[in-house]
């Protein structure tokens, strides 16, 4: 029996989502542990002077946004942006 593809696509985009949101809540944990670490390592080593750990935590927790954006907020893409890029891309040829 033959799969509809119409039934098909909502699945793999729930699926692609599902995955999206599974790698993010691992790449939270991974920030909050590696970042520990570097703030357990700061601690034990010079506790009084520079926070230097601020950097990779302020970087990465910038990639750490974009990546919660990219997963939580950001709008697929449909059919009519396709179409409207098309147009566009029609009156620039």
């Known amino acids: 029996m ?7 696509a909502p699945r ?3 699926i692609q989502l ?3 949101r599974r790698d993010f809540h691992g790449h939270v944990l991974i920030y909050v542990l590696v970042n ?4 357990g390592i700061w601690a034990v080593t010079d506790a009084h002077g520079f926070f230097w750990p601020v950097f990779p935590i302020g ?7 974009m990546n919660s954006w990219d997963v939580y907020w950001r709008r697929e ?3 009519e942006d396709i179409q409207r890029e098309m147009g566009h891309h029609d009156k620039r040829a």
């Open 18 to 20: 599902l995955k999206k």
């Open 59 to 65: 970087g990465w927790g910038i990639g750490l946004i």
């Open 36 to 39: 520990a670490f570097l703030v």
């Open 12 to 14: 793999e985009r729930a």
């Open 2 to 8: 033959a799969t509809d593809t119409r039934e098909q």
């Open 77 to 79: 893409i449909t059919d």
